[in-house]
């Protein structure tokens, strides 16, 4: 069975950190990108950044958050560092193929985590 569980949100103060883990099983971890979405109520779900062979970022967490990936244990983690209240939402991680300049592309990920709420407070 595929499982991608999202961990480590919670609620913190504007200018705070976290750190959320996505812990893989029951597909070869290795083959593939993970990227990490977040969506915000009311809103559309947009990617905040991927890594495969290379890393991407969106604009707005550029300088602020960190993915890396650890192979040996299938997780790949989300450092979120000097955090601002509009980074609140859900969290996802999912895992896929897609080419790099379609990396924000939610439909070409193959598998989905459940989400983990981060809240940030001003």
């Known amino acids: 069975e595929v499982q991608l569980q999202a961990s480590g949100g919670g609620l913190v103060q504007a200018g705070g950190s976290l750190r959320l883990s996505c812990a893989a099983s029951?597909?070869?971890?290795?083959?593939?990108?993970i990227g990490w979405f977040r969506q915000a109520p009311g809103k559309e779900r947009e990617g905040v950044t991927y890594?495969?062979?290379?890393?991407y970022y969106a604009d707005s967490v550029k300088g602020r958050f960190t993915i890396s990936r650890d192979n040996a244990k299938n997780t790949v983690y989300l450092n979120m560092n000097s955090l601002k209240p509009e980074d609140t939402a859900v969290y996802y991680c999912?895992?896929?193929?897609?080419?790099?300049?379609?990396?924000?592309?939610?439909?070409?990920?193959?598998?989905w985590g459940q989400g983990t709420l981060v809240t940030v407070s001003s």
């Open positions: 029951g597909f070869r971890f290795g083959d593939y990108g």
């Open positions: 999912a895992a896929g193929r897609p080419v790099a300049s379609a990396w924000r592309t939610t439909s070409l990920y193959y598998y």
């Open positions: 890594t495969r062979t290379s890393t």
